[in-house]
């Protein structure tokens, strides 16, 4: 009697393992993400972005561009964090990833090259929030432009748009697609997506 008691443990337990697994994985798929469309396809703004995993701040300041920085402003990128987890596992974006960059500016330069001092030496510093801009992988509904969306909320300080229309392929997916090191994404000025 003890002998089949073991067995029958045994056996539920590993069944138990054995359907643990898949619904790991089925969740992984399918819920990932914080993309919200509404009706209309339009993106509605990402909500609490700046909690999301901060994966860098790029900076092209004009100063260093001739005065003529397509982006001036610091590039604070974040990425939602269910997204970031699954990159951290197997190095790559799911669908369902929404990587949100706002764009701030610096503040005012006491020097030509625009850097000003500060205690901690000189250097370039944030100001003001100037604008957002965010991608979202969904590799059907953006097939057109290597599974990625690309969406603007304004280019200009808060409050940004409710939401967005993906934009067309010209304005940002062929810079990444011509530039970006690995699936869309600028991983080469991330150390943290290395």
Request: aromatic share 12%; net charge negative.
């Amino acid at each position: 009697m003890h002998s089949i008691y073991k067995t029958v443990i045994s056996t539920a337990a590993l069944c138990a393992g054995l359907f643990a697994v898949p619904l790991a994985v089925a969740e992984e798929a399918t819920g990932i993400g914080a993309a919200v469309f509404d009706i209309k396809g339009d993106l509605v703004r990402p909500e609490g972005f700046r909690q999301w995993v901060f994966i860098g701040a790029p900076l092209t300041p004009n100063a260093l561009n001739k005065g003529g920085a397509a982006f001036p402003e610091f590039h604070y990128v974040y990425v939602n964090p269910d997204a970031f987890a699954v990159y951290q596992r197997t190095g790559t974006f799911p669908d369902g990833t929404v990587v949100a960059k706002e764009l701030v500016l610096l503040k005012p330069g006491e020097h030509p090259d625009g850097s000003s001092d500060a205690p901690s030496g000189r250097g370039y510093f944030a100001d003001k929030y100037n604008g957002m801009d965010v991608m979202v992988k969904d590799s059907k509904r953006f097939s057109a432009t290597s599974g990625w969306g690309f969406f603007n909320f304004g280019h200009h300080a808060p409050p940004y748009s409710e939401t967005s229309t993906a934009a067309p392929a010209a304005s940002c997916a062929t810079c990444h697609q011509a530039n970006a090191q690995k699936d869309m994404l600028f991983t080469q000025f991330y150390p943290i997506l290395q």
